[in-house]
């Protein structure tokens, strides 16, 4: 299963580096999970975390012609995201995976490897 190794976020116009681990789990019977984590507990929320976690898991929908999927979240730490659907871009090269908001105003991108 992936691995996350990257976590970046938009400050200043460009991507920053953030440290997290965690890892995203995509299955055969079409769903979806991540499970993220900022080691500082104290980082303030975002509208995917919590004291510095992220996680959640529903049925995803992978459009291979045009590079994305859409989650729709069906469990959540942060209870705001149950029920809402999320376009994400993807990337894959090798033994990578390189995810990033449909909507490039959310400013994120994050990478994961399989090893």
Do not use: C, H
């Given at each position: ?48 975390t ?49 995810l990033?908001?449909d ?13």
């Amino acid at each position: 299963m992936p691995a996350l190794t990257s976590l970046e976020v938009s400050a200043g116009g460009s991507l920053k580096p953030v440290p997290y681990s965690g890892q995203v789990i995509f299955t055969e019977a079409g769903t979806l999970s991540v499970q993220a984590q900022n080691p500082d507990a104290k980082a303030p929320d975002t509208p995917y975390t919590k004291n510095g976690y992220e996680a959640y898991y529903g049925p995803v929908a992978i459009n291979d012609q045009d590079k994305t999927f859409v989650i729709t979240v069906e469990s959540s730490l942060v209870r705001n995201l149950v029920g809402q659907s999320m376009k994400r871009k993807f990337e894959v090269s090798d033994n990578k995976l390189v995810l990033t908001p449909d909507n490039p105003a959310e400013g994120w991108r994050v990478t994961y490897e399989r090893y």
